[in-house]
């Protein structure tokens, strides 16, 4: 029988199904944790994140996008701006953004959240090691712009990205609106942009 998984108001609700083949509940121990689920992040949740961040950026570029204690702050101030993805209660992969004010994103969106504005800055999308190449990436993306669509009063969402990511953005449906502003030691970074409002979905439809 489906088991039907809601964390947040905003969320779509999912269902798991049970496999086939597998006996019925009533004949084997209930599990506790959901196989898959997806919601908000919390401060507690901060830990995880970083270390899945700190594996997937130091060892290529020798930075974190977000710091421990940046962490935290966004995962106290805009916790709804945040999606994670857990299996059996272990974050898998993760994204947070925050609040910003100006069109074009600049160096104290790094560590700024404005509240009540209408730009979600996304500051990292990060996937565990065990988990790369299987297409969570782009999944947990998808449902992150449409989990945004359904939050009152955003209409678009930025990014950084290195070049080599742009195709990624592009797929998903971002702009690229050039060389950004922001610059970390010798990177330098492409600034992408999402509109959330008026756009029309042939394939999926968010559901909100």
Known sequence: MAQKVCSSPFLKPFFLKTPIGVSSPRRQRRHTLPASEFRNLTPQDAISVFEIEREAFV??????????????????????????WFEEGQLVAFIIGSGWGKEKLAQEAMTTHVPDSPTVHIHVLSVHRHCRQQ????????????????????????????EFLV?????????????????VGNMSFHEMEYQLRGLAYARRNSGC
């Open 167 to 183: 195709p990624f953005y592009l797929k998903a449906g971002f702009k690229d609106k050039g060389t950004s502003a922001i610059a």
């Open 59 to 84: 060892s290529v570029s020798g930075e974190c996008p977000l710091t421990l204690d940046e962490v935290l702050v966004f995962l106290s101030q805009c916790p709804e701006l945040s999606l994670g």
């Open 135 to 162: 297409g969570k990436g782009s999944v947990l993306l998808w449902r992150y712009l449409q989990y945004l669509r359904c939050l009152p009063g955003l209409h678009r969402a930025l990014l950084i990205c290195e």
